[in-house]
């Protein structure tokens, strides 16, 4: 673990996280709904035809200080009606776009916290993108879900809307660090929570943590993996805190209460790394684990595991992403569109035009290529050039420039022990997985780098 220490330490710089390429500081207002209209019909004919859905929830009973996500305090029932009647609307407007011998392998809701509407809210929005969409048999239905909220009866009910993949965002059992961050605990007792949503196999859990958070120490922190571990969710993540204060105000309260230090931070991703691999579970990029039977870890085998703002998955149940809600990103073949940020301004502007588009980026040819070569070799820590520029019909030597590939530029890698190039193939080690975005840098020809414009690593 020590040498896991030292390499986080030695690399630990900020940059971008890869979760879209280019990376959202890239994005203008320039991209309007004319664009998404154009971008969503050369989305028939080009990339993956599978389509996931994202519903993007921006509501919380309580909003914890730590918080990165675009969300705010709950609102009447009537203003989460309107903005449930503008996603309805925004729907049917892209479904008029979409060829209909697309499928639908993928329903993902997020926020926010989607399980602190009603109900009936979710079950509309499922209920018509059944009517407009065809899906296939397997589809997978995701909710994240904040457990202060959630009993057995409204487990039940949201089974019975369909959900059959529950992430329940737990960040930490301590109900000191809780209070902390200004966040209630789960309603029931974890254990029997998880045991309610998987009867029978109808449904799969996955489990939320953060390390990095105030009154954490590395015992404490690993108290929740070892709890984890008995729980045995398919799948869990130790989220490293991301404290962007110049961005999410909120988060200075928690300088006050005092942070972990970097020290402290590497200690609790390394020892929990350690713990759940020694407990049966693999690791699928830096943070994200799931039990050997779970399709990300077929995927990692096969070389397929996929990435999207949703986090991983694999490339069987993704597809090119049409998301819907104030703040929502879509990820098409050519663009990246985002709707506007403030649900008011979202519920107006879907009135009047059907569409509400605040931003996006129109990626070139050669933008796509380097797209996929960044998410391959993020996502299964190998890129073969030769078999990447066959798949995208371009020569080695292309790929090369367009990539400004130089095996030059990992020498300290290499020195390390953290990835090996051998005949244009770049293969990560176990352990460079740990800073694998810094080596994606490398082959990011418009690495923008600047005070503040990343978190770091850790
Ligand atoms: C939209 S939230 C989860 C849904 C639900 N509202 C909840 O809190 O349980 C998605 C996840 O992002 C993670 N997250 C939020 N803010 C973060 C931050 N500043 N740094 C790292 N992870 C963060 C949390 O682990 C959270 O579970
Ligand atoms: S972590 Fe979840 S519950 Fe807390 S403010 Fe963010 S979205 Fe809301």
Known sequence: MDKIKSILLKYNSAGPRYTSYPPANFFTESVNN???IESLIKSNNEGDSKLSLYFHIPFCSQLCFFCGCTTQKMRSDDFVSK??????????????FVNSNRKVTQIHFGGGTPNAIDFSHLRKIVEKAKELFVFASDAE????????????????QLIEIGFNRFSLGIQDFNENVLKAVNREPSLLNVEELVNIIRKDGRAS?????????????VESFLENIKRSIIIKPDRL???SYAHVPW???????LEETGLPSSDMKIEMLTKGYQLLLENGYKSIGMDHYALPTDDLCLAKEQRSLHRNFQGYCTKRSTGQVLAFGASGISQLHRAYIQN????????DSVKETGFAIERGYLLADNEIIIRECINTLMCNKYLSLQEKASELNVSVSELKEIINFSADSFSEFINDGLVKIEDDCIEVSENGAFVIRNMAMLIDPMLKTGDNMYSKTI
């Open 34 to 36: 004319d664009n998404y």
């Open 83 to 96: 903005y449930i009647d503008a996603i309805i609307k925004e729907l049917q407007s892209v479904s008029e």
């Open 141 to 156: 239905i995701a909710i994240e879900c904040n457990p202060a909220y959630l009993d057995e009866e409204r487990v039940e």
């Open 205 to 217: 859990v996955n489990l939320d943590f953060i390390y990095g958070l105030p009154l954490q120490t």
């Open 237 to 239: 993540v130790t989220f």
């Open 247 to 253: 961005v999410k105000k909120a988060q200075q309260v």
């Open 340 to 347: 506007i940020k403030n649900v008011t301004k979202y519920i």
